[in-house]
């Protein structure tokens, strides 16, 4: 299969948040941009495969800021590694102020899917080729972090999940 880049999978999804979407706080419901961010990485995954794609995992997700009623919101969300059957999907969440529209992000995280068949079967993906710095960085540390995600989920021994470790062991 041809290599594709990043940028084919590239997915960004706007929209606001209503008053039916935020905590007592009145910043978006975490549950929410859960929900956003899995529906554009799951774009994102059908695009780089061009299959039927499921949630495997959600590897890391940082609420680092709150995101306030009535801000627009922009979900990124790009393959940043494709293994044989899986693809890691990087999502960079972006919210724009409604009074100076200066854009700044709020979150980020990182979700595993995996293309299938029509009977669920996981089928192979094309290789991913990254093309910018921070795209080969994400590719990179992509394996430790599948390891550590199949360590978790008890899919994997932490005896065989040699790039992992070796991050821990580094001098
Ligand atoms: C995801 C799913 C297809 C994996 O099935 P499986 O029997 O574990 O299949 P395999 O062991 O062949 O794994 C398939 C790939 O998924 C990867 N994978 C499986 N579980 C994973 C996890 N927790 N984290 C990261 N990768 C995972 C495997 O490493 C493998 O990747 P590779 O082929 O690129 O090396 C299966 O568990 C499933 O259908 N789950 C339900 C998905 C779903 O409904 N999601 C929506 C939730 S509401």
Known sequence: MEPKTPNESRTLMTDMVLPSETNPLNNLF???L???????????AR????RITVTASVNHVAFNRAVPLGSVVTVEAK??????????V????????RFTGE??????AIYTFVAVDE???????PPLQPETDLEKERFAAALRRKQLSLVLAGK????????????????
């Open 156 to 171: 994997m021994k932490p005896s065989e999940a040699t790039e992992l470790k070796a991050l821990f062991l580094a001098p």
């Open 103 to 108: 854009r700044s992000k709020a979150n980020e």
């Open 34 to 44: 859960l929900a956003r961010m899995d529906r554009a990485a799951s774009i994102a």
């Open 79 to 88: 393959v940043s590694r494709a293994f044989r059957t899986s693809m890691e």
């Open 119 to 125: 009977t669920g079967v996981p089928t192979e993906v």
């Open 90 to 97: 990087f999502l960079d969440v972006w919210m724009e102020d």
């Open 47 to 50: 695009r780089h495969s061009r």
């Open 30 to 32: 975490g549950g929410e």
